[in-house]
């Protein structure tokens, strides 16, 4: 068969070993998982994901008609979205999901001359600024005031007072998200306190709300793939359970992308040249920030794995790049085996924020996605070695 690297390489096996993990850590029946469709949206892995119970946390209608295509049932969706379009505010009220995020004063009266039109109550979670630090690279911090998220907490008395004149909207949650890769459990702790004190002031106002949505961002350890592969969803989940005040029949929302799916995906990468410059080696490889662009945009750190080299030969320093024209399409610098044109390079922990943020910039063609246990690779890879190799 006819393989074409780059490619993208899931493993089904560890993925459902994920999602089984974090049903076990769940300690409460009031908590309801999303998985946040951004990080990865290829059709296997959301349909693996939807039998597992969870429901979809969705950021454009695109990723809303995608999640219910793959069996995600429209009343477990919910939308956010610093601007949504009214296009997708109608995607998201004609097919009825759980709630949208609402992040500002005026998209209210939009959801709700939409709403209208569709003759439907909108179920309205506000999502909330809470300013708390999520401690994580500030290209994926969002919970602090100077970040453009959600309705400031000071205004949250106002949309209080706007949505109860709203007759299409109907106001059932308040919603959060402050970060991502976040591996710190304080950050959360300060949220809880946050959403705690908002609470009290909520019920003040004399509303009940029947859920809080706390958001995503629990992080993995990218240093360390191979040792730990599943995160630690028994100690997150334990911080909302201690410090979250829930009142009877109100559920607690979590939205969770990366820590679900990025472990189980590999971009596996052949090397096209070995060039020695004046200060280091080049790895030069086929895939490139087109394909990953987590290096490049947040100077982020996978484990890469030569594994075809022989070892026997010794070792180098080699930087790995890719072929794109930026100087910013490098993937990092580390001690491989001698390593030559032909080889395959595994970079690790790219499940999440990598094929979904693919581009086709220098016109590039798109790399397929290969999964575990359809055995497509078998007689490509060569031997029984370097197929256990890319899992
Ligand atoms: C991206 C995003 C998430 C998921 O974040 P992870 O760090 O991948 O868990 C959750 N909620 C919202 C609103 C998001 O934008």
């Given at each position: 068969m006819a393989v074409q690297t780059p490619f993208y390489y899931y493993d089904l096996a560890l993925l459902e070993n994920t999602l089984q993990a974090l049903n076990d850590a769940?300690?409460?029946?009031?908590f309801k998982v999303h998985y946040a469709v951004k990080a990865n949206a290829e059709d296997r892995i959301l349909q693996t994901i939807q039998r597992y119970g969870l429901g979809a946390d969705c950021v454009s209608g695109n990723e809303i008609t995608k999640s219910i295509a793959c069996g995600f049932n429209p009343s477990e969706i919910v939308l956010a979205g610093v601007g949504k379009s009214d296009a997708e505010l109608h995607t998201a009220i004609s097919n009825g999901i759980h709630s949208i995020n609402c992040e500002s004063i005026e998209e209210l009266e939009v959801i709700n001359e939409i709403a209208e039109q569709n003759n439907r109550v909108a179920n309205i979670s506000f999502r909330i600024n809470?300013?708390?630090?999520?401690?994580?690279h500030h290209k994926i911090t969002?919970?602090?005031?100077?970040?453009?998220?959600g309705i400031p907490i000071s205004e949250v008395s106002r949309a209080i007072a706007e949505i109860r004149k709203m007759e299409f909207l109907s106001l059932s949650g308040i919603h959060f998200h402050i970060g991502?890769?976040?591996?710190?459990m304080d950050p959360f702790i300060k949220l809880c306190n946050q959403v705690n004190t908002l609470l009290d002031e909520i019920e003040g106002e004399g509303i009940q709300l029947d859920h809080i949505n706390v958001g995503g961002g629990l992080g993995i350890d990218y240093l360390n793939p191979d040792q730990n592969p599943i995160p630690d969803f028994e100690k997150y989940f334990a911080v909302f359970h201690e410090h979250l005040n829930v009142r009877d029949g109100q559920t607690v929302h979590f939205e969770l992308g990366r820590s679900v799916v990025a472990q189980c995906g590999s971009l596996i990468t052949k090397v096209l040249y070995v060039k020695k410059g004046a200060t280091k080696n080049f790895a030069i490889v086929d895939a490139g920030m087109t394909e990953l662009i987590r290096p490049a945009l947040y100077d982020s750190y996978h484990e890469m794995e030569n594994i075809t080299a022989d070892s026997l030969l010794g070792t180098d320093n080699y930087s790995v790049v890719g072929p794109i024209c930026e100087s910013s399409d490098v993937f990092g610098e580390l001690e491989m085996p001698i390593t030559k044109r032909g080889d395959l390079i595994k970079i690790k922990?790219?499940?999440?924020y990598g094929q979904v943020l693919s581009s086709n910039y220098n016109l590039r063609d798109s790399a397929k996605a290969y999964y575990s246990d359809k055995n497509e690779l078998t007689s490509w890879v060569g031997s029984e070695k370097k197929e256990t190799s890319l899992t």
């Amino acid at each position: 068969m006819a393989v074409q690297t780059p490619f993208y390489y899931y493993d089904l096996a560890l993925l459902e070993n994920t999602l089984q993990a974090l049903n076990d850590a769940i300690p409460s029946s009031k908590f309801k998982v999303h998985y946040a469709v951004k990080a990865n949206a290829e059709d296997r892995i959301l349909q693996t994901i939807q039998r597992y119970g969870l429901g979809a946390d969705c950021v454009s209608g695109n990723e809303i008609t995608k999640s219910i295509a793959c069996g995600f049932n429209p009343s477990e969706i919910v939308l956010a979205g610093v601007g949504k379009s009214d296009a997708e505010l109608h995607t998201a009220i004609s097919n009825g999901i759980h709630s949208i995020n609402c992040e500002s004063i005026e998209e209210l009266e939009v959801i709700n001359e939409i709403a209208e039109q569709n003759n439907r109550v909108a179920n309205i979670s506000f999502r909330i600024n809470p300013n708390v630090d999520a401690k994580t690279h500030h290209k994926i911090t969002t919970g602090l005031s100077e970040n453009k998220f959600g309705i400031p907490i000071s205004e949250v008395s106002r949309a209080i007072a706007e949505i109860r004149k709203m007759e299409f909207l109907s106001l059932s949650g308040i919603h959060f998200h402050i970060g991502s890769q976040i591996l710190s459990m304080d950050p959360f702790i300060k949220l809880c306190n946050q959403v705690n004190t908002l609470l009290d002031e909520i019920e003040g106002e004399g509303i009940q709300l029947d859920h809080i949505n706390v958001g995503g961002g629990l992080g993995i350890d990218y240093l360390n793939p191979d040792q730990n592969p599943i995160p630690d969803f028994e100690k997150y989940f334990a911080v909302f359970h201690e410090h979250l005040n829930v009142r009877d029949g109100q559920t607690v929302h979590f939205e969770l992308g990366r820590s679900v799916v990025a472990q189980c995906g590999s971009l596996i990468t052949k090397v096209l040249y070995v060039k020695k410059g004046a200060t280091k080696n080049f790895a030069i490889v086929d895939a490139g920030m087109t394909e990953l662009i987590r290096p490049a945009l947040y100077d982020s750190y996978h484990e890469m794995e030569n594994i075809t080299a022989d070892s026997l030969l010794g070792t180098d320093n080699y930087s790995v790049v890719g072929p794109i024209c930026e100087s910013s399409d490098v993937f990092g610098e580390l001690e491989m085996p001698i390593t030559k044109r032909g080889d395959l390079i595994k970079i690790k922990s790219a499940g999440a924020y990598g094929q979904v943020l693919s581009s086709n910039y220098n016109l590039r063609d798109s790399a397929k996605a290969y999964y575990s246990d359809k055995n497509e690779l078998t007689s490509w890879v060569g031997s029984e070695k370097k197929e256990t190799s890319l899992t």
